[in-house]
């Protein structure tokens, strides 16, 4: 069983950064595939950013350039840096992990952005 716990979200401003963390616990963490997706009201949840365990990236279109997602294996985390966020940016913001056939999801955090 993993466990996945997000930190970071609030409000801010458009133009403006935030730092998204996810820490995971339960599972061997390196060898995990990690995400972020987000839901903002009246929408389907929408899959952000991606990170492998080689490291590899993807990111949608809406947010590349402007969003990094990074991973610590010593910490077992991953994170989502967001930087000049939009009001589109407004959502709760979920941190997913597949392992052993299994995908899992956090329990989510709010971001929203004001203009």
């Known amino acids: 069983q993993v466990q996945l716990v997000e930190s970071g979200g609030g409000l801010v401003q458009a133009g403006g950064s935030l730092r998204l963390s996810c820490v995971a616990s339960?599972?061997?963490?390196?060898?995990?595939?990690m995400a972020w997706y987000r839901q903002a009201p009246g929408k389907q949840r929408e899959l952000v950013a991606t990170?492998?365990?080689?490291?590899?990236?993807s990111y949608v279109d809406s947010v590349k350039g402007r969003f990094t997602i990074s991973r610590d294996n010593v910490k077992n985390t991953v994170n989502l840096q967001m930087n000049n966020l939009k009001p589109d940016d407004t959502a709760v913001y979920y941190c997913?992990?597949?392992?052993?056939?299994?995908?899992?999801w956090g329990q989510g955090t709010q971001v929203t952005v004001s203009s």
């Open positions: 997913g992990a597949s392992s052993n056939l299994h995908y899992y």
């Open positions: 339960g599972s061997i963490f390196s060898s995990m595939f």
């Open positions: 990170i492998n365990r080689g490291g590899s990236t």
